[in-house]
C-alpha cells in the first residue's frame, strides 16, 4: 500500500491510543496514588494526583493486619486467593482437556450426546446454579473448604470446545504413526499430544487464573470464616463500614495488592499465551 | 521380507459406499509394487488395509504367510510413510526415529545403533537434533523414510509420499526410494495417482479404477499391452488417442473412411462389431505425403524440447501426435502418418476391455 505522510495522520493512530489508554490506566493509578496517602487527605477530596509519603505504612499495615472493619491480613486472603484460582485453572486444564481427547479421538455410544451436554453447560454459568450447587457443597462438607471454593468452579466447556479445536487440527496422521510406532491410546496423549498443548494450556492458565481469582459470589456464599476469604471478597468488606470512617487508604492499598497476581502471571506467561492462541505448532 | 497376500478384500463404508470391490494380490518377496490410479479408486483405502490402519469388510490380508485382519498395525510388522510425513513436530529427528523402538522396549544401544545406521544411509546425520520444522521438505521426507527403516519390517508401506515435494526433488527422490528398496530387499507396496512414478518404480505395477483392479503387470507389458481402454489412457503421457472404429473383417478395422490392418485382434470377432482403436502419439510414423498414409491437419503444437507434439483430429475426434524436434518441419500445416499393425490397440466400445492378447507371454 502506498501511504501518503501526513504529520497529522501520523498523530492520529497515537491520539486515539493515548485516549484509550488514559481511560483504562486512569483508574488504576488513582488506586495506586492512593495507596500512598493517609486516610485523612483522601477524605476530605484534596488527593492530589501523585504519590504521597504514606505507601510503607499502608502496605505493611494491610499486609500484615488488614483494616479494621475486615480484621484479616491481605497476607492471607492473598494466599487464600491463589490457592483457589491456581486450583480451578490447573483443574480446568486437567479435567477439559481429557475430556476433549475422549471426544475428539475415541468413538463411543453418545459421543455427540456427550459432546452437547458439555457444550450446553455454557449456558449454565455458576450464577445461574448457585442455589443447588451451594446445597451440594453444603452437604457433602465443603463449605470453608478449599475443596469447596474450587471444585464447583472447574468443570468448564470453553477450556473443553477450545481443547477439541486444537485437537482437530492435529493431523490423523500423527495418530495412524503413532499406531504403527507401537503408542497406544495412552502413550499418544502422554508422548505427542500433551507436549504440542503446551501452549493452549498456557493461554488457558492464563484466562482461567485471572477467572478464578476475580471470583466474588461463589467465594462470597460458601466461605462463613474470615481466615478463609478471598481478597475480592476481602475489597468489598472493607468498603462497608459501620459507624465508622471508610479505611480508603488500606481500601486502596488492598486493590492494588490484588492487582498484582494476575498481572504477574500475564507478563510471566505473555509469550506462551499470545503463542497459544494464535499459532499451532505443527 | 515377506510375501503379502490380498484375497477378495473388500471395503464397504458406512452408506453402503465399497470403496474396494474385491482385490486379490500377490506380492512376492522383495518386490515393490506400486497401486496407481486416479484419486478416489480405492488404491489408499487398500493400502491402509494393509496397514492396519482401517478395517477390513471381507477378504482376508497376510503378510508373510500370516493372516493379519485382526492384528494392530503396530504388531503387523510393517513402516508406513505418510503423504504429509506425519513428524512428530515436539520431537527431534533423533527422536522421531527411534520413538517406535522406545515402544518396542528395544535395548538403547542397539536402537542407537539403528538410528546412526539409518541416518547414514539416508544422509541425515547432520539433522538428528534438529526439530521437523527445522528441515526442508525432502529432508523430512528422508526423515520419515528413517522412521520406517530403523524398524526392520517385514513390508514397507508408502502412501503417495512423494506428492509434498518439488518436482525436482520428487525426481531424486524417486529414485532414492528404488535404490534403497533395492538395497534392503523389504517388500513395499506404494501408492501414486503419478503415472511416471508408477511406471518407473515398481517391479509389479497394479492399475485401479473405481475400487476395483484394472491390470496387474510389469510395468512395460502394462504400457504395450494395456488390458482395457481405462489403463490405456491412464498409462502413458500423453495419453493414447481413441477412435471409434468398426470390424470390417479378420484383422482389419474401419476407421474414419480408412481400413486398418490390426495385427492382434481376437479372432471371430463380426464384422460390424462397435470398437475403439488405439494408437499411442509416439508410435506413429511420420511419412510426409506419401500415398498410403493418412493426413492429420495441424491445430498446434506444443514443444518439449527433445520432443514435440501436434494436436489435431481425426474423424472429428482428437488426435496427438509426438515426434521428435526436427523431424517435421516448422511450417508443415498437415502430417501424413502411418502405424504399423502391431501397435494398434483395439478395444471393445461397450465394455472396453481389450480384443486381443494382454499377456505378453502370448505374444508372438
Known amino acids: ?282 | 521380507m515377506a510375501v503379502v497376500t490380498l484375497q477378495n478384500v473388500r471395503k464397504v463404508y458406512a452408506g453402503d459406499i465399497e470403496a474396494v470391490k474385491g482385490v486379490s494380490l500377490d506380492i512376492p518377496d522383495g518386490h515393490l509394487c506400486v497401486l496407481v490410479g486416479p484419486s478416489g479408486c480405492g488404491k489408499s483405502t487398500l493400502l491402509r488395509m494393509v496397514a492396519g490402519l482401517e478395517t477390513i469388510t471381507s477378504g482376508s490380508v497376510a503378510i508373510g504367510g500370516r493372516e493379519v485382519n485382526e492384528v494392530e498395525p503396530a504388531d503387523r510388522d510393517i513402516a508406513m510413510v505418510f503423504q504429509n510425513y506425519a513428524l512428530y513436530p515436539h520431537m527431534s529427528v533423533y527422536d522421531n526415529i527411534a520413538y517406535g523402538l522406545r515402544n518396542r522396549r528395544t535395548p538403547k544401544d542397539e536402537i542407537d545403533r539403528r538410528v546412526q545406521e539409518a541416518a547414514r544411509i539416508l544422509a541425515i546425520e547432520p539433522f538428528l537434533n534438529r526439530k521437523p520444522r527445522a528441515l526442508s521438505g525432502g529432508q523430512r521426507q528422508r526423515v520419515a523414510m528413517g522412521r520406517a527403516i530403523v524398524r526392520k519390517p517385514q513390508v514397507f508401506l508408502f502412501d503417495e509420499p512423494l506428492s509434498n515435494l518439488d518436482a525436482k526433488l520428487r525426481v531424486q527422490m524417486r529414485v532414492e526410494i528404488k535404490k534403497l528398496q533395492r538395497a534392503l530387499g523389504v517388500t513395499s507396496i506404494y501408492v501414486t495417482h503419478d503415472q511416471v512414478e508408477a511406471m518407473t518404480l515398481s517391479d509389479k505395477l497394479v492399475v485401479m479404477n473405481a475400487g476395483r483392479v484394472e491390470q496387474v503387470g510389469a510395468p512395460s507389458e502394462v504400457y504395450r499391452r494395456p488390458a482395457t481402454r481405462f489403463v490405456a489412457t491412464f498409462i502413458g503421457s500423453p495419453p493414447m488417442n481413441l477412435l471409434d472404429g468398426v470390424v470390417e473383417g479378420e484383422g482389419r478395422v474401419r476407421v474414419d473412411g480408412a481400413v486398418l490392418d490390426v495385427s492382434d485382434m481376437r479372432a471371430g470377432l463380426q464384422p460390424g462389431h462397435l470398437v475403439e482403436v488405439g494408437i499411442r502419439p509416439e508410435d506413429l510414423e511420420i511419412v510426409g505425403s506419401a500415398s498410403n498414409s493418412v493426413s492429420l491437419p495441424i491445430d498446434f503444437v506444443e514443444e518439449l524440447g527433445a520432443t514435440q507434439l501436434f494436436y489435431g483430429a481425426l474423424g472429428g475426434q482428437p488426435f496427438v501426435v509426438q515426434a521428435g524436434t526436427g523431424v517435421v518441419p516448422a511450417d508443415a500445416k498437415s502430417l501424413g502418418l502411418r502405424i504399423a499393425a502391431e501397435r494398434i490397440h483395439v478395444f471393445d466400445r461397450e465394455s472396453g476391455q481389450r480384443l486381443g492378447r494382454v499377456a505378453e507371454t502370448a505374444a508372438a
Open chain 1, 1 to 282: 500500500m502506498v501511504e501518503r505522510r501526513h504529520w497529522f495522520s501520523d498523530m492520529l493512530p497515537h491520539l486515539i491510543l493515548t485516549i484509550g489508554v488514559g481511560i483504562l490506566a486512569f483508574p488504576v493509578w488513582l488506586a495506586v496514588v492512593g495507596s500512598t496517602w493517609d486516610a485523612g487527605t483522601i477524605a476530605n477530596g484534596t488527593m492530589p494526583l501523585y504519590p504521597g509519603p504514606y505507601a510503607v505504612e499502608n502496605y505493611t499495615r494491610a499486609l500484615g493486619h488488614g483494616g479494621r472493619s475486615s480484621g484479616e491480613p491481605v497476607g492471607m486472603l492473598m494466599l487464600n486467593s491463589f490457592v483457589m484460582a491456581l486450583a480451578i485453572a490447573l483443574g480446568k486444564i486437567a479435567i477439559s482437556m481429557i475430556s476433549a481427547y475422549a471426544v475428539v479421538y475415541f468413538r463411543f455410544p453418545f459421543r455427540m450426546a456427550a459432546f452437547w451436554l458439555i457444550f450446553i453447560t455454557l449456558m449454565l454459568p455458576v450464577e445461574v446454579r448457585i442455589y443447588p450447587t451451594y446445597q451440594v457443597v453444603a452437604q457433602v462438607g465443603l463449605l470453608d473448604t478449599y475443596a469447596g471454593l474450587a471444585v464447583p468452579l472447574i468443570a468448564s466447556a470453553t477450556a473443553t470446545l477450545l481443547f477439541r479445536q486444537f485437537f482437530m487440527t492435529i493431523p490423523p496422521e500423527l495418530v495412524e504413526a503413532s499406531k504403527i510406532d507401537g503408542a497406544g491410546p495412552l502413550k499418544f496423549f502422554k508422548d505427542t499430544v500433551l507436549p504440542l498443548s503446551i501452549t493452549t494450556m498456557a493461554a488457558l492458565f492464563v484466562i482461567q487464573f485471572i477467572y478464578g481469582w476475580n471470583q466474588y459470589l461463589w467465594p462470597l456464599l460458601i466461605t462463613t470464616r474470615p481466615d478463609m476469604q478471598t481478597i475480592v471478597v476481602g475489597i468489598k468488606k472493607l468498603l462497608v463500614t459501620q459507624d465508622a470512617l471508610t479505611e480508603w487508604q488500606i481500601a486502596m492499598t488492598t486493590a492494588v495488592l490484588a492487582m498484582l497476581p494476575p498481572v504477574l502471571v500475564v507478563l510471566v506467561m505473555q509469550k506462551l499465551f499470545v503463542r497459544g492462541l494464535v499459532e499451532t505448532e505443527k
